[in-house]
């Protein structure tokens, strides 16, 4: 019998990770590979944020902090939600986490029990199905396909929940798709959810603020305020004010949830690094006019992509409404045979196609539940990007 546990057979470890992996240690090995499978902004984290942290350690906040996080954060929270969302809560309904990963780690870990279903809108983030499996739930898939702009629909939403339903994950903007609902699609989702009662709704609004063309963000306890006491809403400042690597997440909830997870919390992590703490309070207590000059940034990558792409033979794109990721259907190249003889049979041997013969690296499609597409993150330089796409379509036009 092996040593480790059962229970890992469950999961696969992150396959957008193994991108990034994957195309770094090529480049460190000499080849010439554009990753596009980076989910993190290549901006640097604002400087008035690495001030606030600089400061923090002079002032001596080097010390364990309060499991839920600190007062101050936890209040900067609460205002950024009332501010943003016209949400009331307090403190005691905030839990701080290590990034938006491990506040939903908590979270399925504190609520789920065996066979416990959470209904998840595909394509999805890879890591919502691998956590609920591991809490010992049952992920429940709902396709959401192209001809729906990767959305989930009232009827599909109304049909997949049963008596076991416990979760349903809504993510907008999405990762991987970049898009999101309207206050309109919203609405027409949380009529649904209002009707079952056993119901609780888990928001992944990370993106929220990275957003085009005048699109209007909403999060469902703001559309349906009848649903606010069974939503857990969850953020953090990882994206948008580009402090990937800082890891500070957080859950708004009610407090007996919120108790829950940071009792998981408390026999893990114990808390958040207590200067990435200080640097987040200055994130969403300070000036934020970074956050528009970034979004104008990316929606000229957006569009660059969104582009190109559609120029290359056999691949349709989508426009995204925001995030920085387009989700193009390679459809048109399954069947298709490679210079060298290897048929594409599907988006991974596309993926890895792109990989091998013209080193651009981006992750295929069934790693977020939803094929024949692949993800291109474009969060990087318009000069890498149009690199890249340039090579994407030189791939698709060699194949026969």
């Known amino acids: 019998m092996s040593f480790l546990a059962e229970k890992l057979s469950r999961i696969k470890p992150s396959p957008t990770i193994a991108v990034s992996t994957k195309?770094?240690?090529?480049?460190?090995?000499?080849?010439?590979v554009i990753?596009?499978?980076?989910?993190?902004?290549?901006?640097?984290?604002?400087?008035?944020?690495?001030?606030?942290?600089?400061?923090?350690?002079?002032?001596?906040?080097?010390?364990?902090?309060?499991?839920?996080?600190?007062?101050?954060?936890?209040q900067a929270i609460c205002d950024k939600l009332k501010r943003d969302n016209?949400?009331?809560?307090t403190p005691d309904q905030i839990s701080v986490g290590c990034g938006g990963k491990q506040t939903i780690y908590n979270a399925l870990m504190a609520t789920l029990n065996d066979g416990d279903e959470v209904i998840i809108p595909a394509p999805y983030w890879v890591s919502y199905p691998d956590i609920t499996l591991l809490a010992g739930g049952t992920?429940?898939?709902?396709?959401?396909?192209?001809?729906?702009?990767?959305?989930?629909?009232?009827?599909?939403?109304?049909?997949?929940?049963?008596?076991?339903?416990?979760?349903?994950?809504?993510?907008?903007?999405?990762?991987p798709t970049g898009a999101a609902y309207s206050r309109d699609e919203m609405k027409a989702l949380t009529d649904v959810l209002v009707k079952h009662e056993n119901v609780w709704v888990m928001t992944d609004d990370m993106y929220e603020l990275i957003v085009y063309d005048d699109f209007e963000f909403v999060t469902p306890a703001q559309v349906e305020p009848k649903?606010?006491?069974?939503?857990?809403?969850?953020?953090g400042v990882s994206k948008a004010y580009c402090m990937t690597g800082w890891r500070v997440g957080y859950a708004?909830?009610?407090?007996?949830?919120?108790?829950?997870?940071?009792?998981?919390?408390?026999?893990?992590?114990?808390?958040?690094?207590?200067?990435?703490?200080?640097?987040?309070?200055?994130?969403?207590?300070?000036?934020?006019?970074?956050?528009?000059?970034?979004?104008d940034v990316f929606k000229g990558r957006r569009d660059l992509v969104v582009k190109m792409l559609n120029e290359a033979e056999g691949l349709e794109c989508q426009t995204p409404e925001g995030a920085f990721y387009v989700y193009p259907s390679c459809a048109g190249l399954i069947g298709k045979t490679t210079p060298d003889g290897k048929t594409i049979e599907n988006d991974e041997d596309f993926v890895t196609y792109l990989l091998e013969t013209e080193g651009v690296a981006a992750v295929h499609g069934a790693a977020f539940g939803l094929s024949p597409h692949f993800r291109v993150s474009y969060a990087t330089s318009n000069e890498l990007l149009s690199e890249a796409?340039?090579?994407i379509q030189r791939a698709c036009a060699a194949l026969k």
């Open 139 to 175: 992920p429940k898939f709902v396709d959401c396909s192209a001809e729906n702009n990767f959305k989930l629909q009232p009827a599909d939403l109304e049909a997949a929940i049963t008596d076991k339903t416990k979760w349903v994950i809504l993510n907008s903007p999405s990762n």
């Open 35 to 74: 990753g596009l499978g980076a989910g993190e902004p290549d901006f640097d984290t604002p400087q008035h944020i690495i001030d606030a942290a600089v400061q923090a350690m002079k002032d001596g906040k080097t010390r364990y902090t309060a499991v839920a996080g600190t007062p101050e954060l936890r």
């Open 23 to 32: 195309a770094a240690e090529l480049k460190a090995a000499g080849r010439d």
């Open 86 to 89: 016209d949400l009331s809560y």
């Open 252 to 295: 708004a909830g009610p407090v007996e949830v919120i108790k829950a997870i940071n009792k998981i919390q408390s026999q893990s992590t114990t808390h958040t690094c207590s200067i990435a703490q200080a640097a987040a309070v200055e994130a969403l207590n300070g000036s934020h006019d970074f956050v528009a000059k970034h979004n």
């Open 389 to 391: 796409c340039t090579r």
């Open 227 to 235: 649903l606010f006491d069974r939503t857990l809403t969850l953020n």
